[in-house]
């Protein structure tokens, strides 16, 4: 069967024909396959198809229904889009400069680095940033499912684009052969979910390959290094730390900056949103914040958000007063 949607002929008048006629609009605006519509919609590939043509013997109205709901979580999701101001990307902040010298550190100096602190105070961001900036800097996440040997070992595999088949050893093996010699620099963001087994594996790929290693994540990462069930492992690793950042949550001067980045200038809106930096969730619910009340901004016809869309928008986001 071809994956091409615009094979199909124009459909006949009438709502279901309208149907079609959308669905199939919209699916050749934006270049879809018959099997990205099928996942998109939910309705099975063979069962479009022949409804797509008009020829489908079975419940039309099912499929039906399904259409019409992926077209309008569709369009709802694009207006909101449309709503949603876009936040600034990246604001080079006072803690954002830390984490970026400890990572660089890390790179250059082929140690290892340790970042670490509150939800939301910029360190995936930095992260990622500096990913840009730098060359050969692979960034992994833990999860709690890829907290052990193998699957983180798989996950490392997988970011370098290798192959992940293979025993652990033989996985090991081909990941230091692989950035041997790269200057490059591996990082592991959410590196608490990590068993101390799995961490003592991500430390030998930086031993025995020499590259930089940065371990990202909450407090818990560093107290896992120092903690008094420390493995002999651990204490190799937490005796390889060079470079340690804390971040137990946003400075004021970070805040200023990002609001700095919104051209928000009035005095009352800026004392509230370092109100709202110095809570848990510190730049992250700051950012969500700021974007909706950009949006009821707009909607109100204002230019940017003033205090009291600011305090809206925070109060609306379950933010206590
Ligand atoms: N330097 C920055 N420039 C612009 N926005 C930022 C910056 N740092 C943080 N933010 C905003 O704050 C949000 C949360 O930041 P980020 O995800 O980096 O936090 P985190 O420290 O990794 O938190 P967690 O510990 O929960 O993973 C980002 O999605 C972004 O909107
Ligand atoms: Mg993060």
Same mark, same amino acid.
């Given at each position: 069967?071809?994956?091409?949607?615009?094979?199909?002929p124009?459909?006949?008048?009438?709502?279901?024909?309208?149907l079609?006629?959308?669905?199939?609009r919209?699916s050749?605006?934006?270049?879809?396959?018959?099997?990205?519509?099928?996942?998109?919609?939910?309705?099975?590939?063979?069962r479009?198809?022949?409804?797509?043509?008009?020829?489908?013997?079975?419940?039309n109205?099912?499929?039906?229904?399904d259409?019409?709901?992926?077209?309008?979580?569709?369009?709802?999701?694009?207006?909101?889009?449309?709503?949603?101001?876009?936040?600034?990307?990246?604001?080079e902040?006072?803690s954002?400069?830390?984490?970026l010298?400890?990572?660089?550190f890390?790179?250059?100096a082929?140690?290892?680095?340790?970042?670490?602190?509150?939800?939301?105070?910029?360190?995936?961001?930095?992260?990622?940033?500096?990913?840009e900036?730098?060359?050969?800097?692979?960034v992994?996440?833990?999860?709690?499912?890829?907290?052990?040997?193998?699957?983180?070992?798989?996950?490392?595999?997988?970011?370098?684009?290798?192959?992940t088949?293979?025993?652990?050893? !033989? +996985?090991?093996?081909? $990941?230091?052969?692989?950035?041997?010699?790269? %200057? *490059? #620099?591996?990082?592991?963001?959410?590196?608490?979910?990590?068993?101390h087994?799995?961490?003592?594996?991500?430390?030998?790929?930086?031993?025995?390959?020499?590259?930089?290693?940065?371990?990202?994540?909450?407090?818990?990462?560093?107290?896992?290094?120092?903690?008094?069930?420390?493995?002999?492992?651990f204490?190799?690793l937490?005796s390889?730390?060079?470079?340690?950042?804390r971040?137990?949550?946003?400075?004021?001067?970070?805040?200023?900056?990002l609001?700095?980045?919104?051209?928000?200038?009035?005095?009352d809106?800026? !004392? +509230?949103?370092?109100? $709202?930096?110095?809570r848990?969730?510190?730049? %992250? *619910? #700051?950012?969500?914040?700021?974007?909706?009340?950009?949006?009821?901004?707009?909607?109100a016809?204002?230019?940017?958000?003033?205090?009291?869309?600011?305090?809206?928008?925070?109060?609306?986001?379950?933010?206590?007063?």
């Amino acid at each position: 069967m071809s994956d091409n949607i615009s094979q199909f002929p124009t459909q006949p008048e009438g709502t279901e024909g309208d149907l079609r006629a959308e669905a199939q609009r919209v699916s050749e605006a934006e270049g879809l396959s018959l099997t990205e519509l099928s996942q998109l919609t939910g309705v099975h590939k063979t069962r479009l198809s022949q409804w797509l043509k008009g020829k489908y013997a079975g419940n039309n109205a099912s499929i039906e229904a399904d259409v019409r709901r992926w077209l309008e979580s569709r369009r709802a999701s694009q207006e909101l889009e449309g709503q949603l101001p876009a936040a600034p990307t990246w604001v080079e902040t006072l803690s954002a400069r830390s984490v970026l010298s400890a990572l660089s550190f890390a790179q250059m100096a082929e140690a290892v680095s340790v970042i670490y602190g509150g939800a939301g105070t910029g360190k995936t961001t930095t992260v990622r940033q500096y990913q840009e900036q730098a060359p050969n800097v692979w960034v992994v996440t833990a999860t709690p499912a890829s907290a052990s040997t193998g699957p983180i070992l798989k996950r490392i595999a997988q970011t370098l684009g290798m192959r992940t088949s293979g025993t652990v050893d !033989q +996985l090991e093996a081909n $990941i230091i052969d692989r950035v041997r010699d790269t %200057r *490059g #620099l591996l990082v592991i963001d959410e590196a608490q979910h990590l068993t101390h087994r799995a961490l003592d594996a991500v430390r030998s790929i930086h031993d025995a390959a020499d590259i930089g290693l940065a371990l990202v994540g909450n407090e818990i990462v560093y107290s896992q290094l120092t903690g008094g069930s420390r493995s002999v492992g651990f204490a190799q690793l937490f005796s390889r730390v060079a470079k340690r950042v804390r971040l137990a949550k946003a400075k004021d001067a970070d805040v200023l900056a990002l609001v700095d980045a919104w051209g928000i200038q009035d005095k009352d809106s800026r !004392q +509230l949103c370092l109100s $709202i930096g110095r809570r848990p969730g510190a730049l %992250r *619910g #700051l950012s969500q914040t700021l974007r909706l009340a950009s949006m009821f901004a707009t909607t109100a016809g204002a230019g940017r958000p003033g205090v009291e869309h600011i305090r809206d928008a925070w109060a609306d986001l379950g933010g206590e007063a």
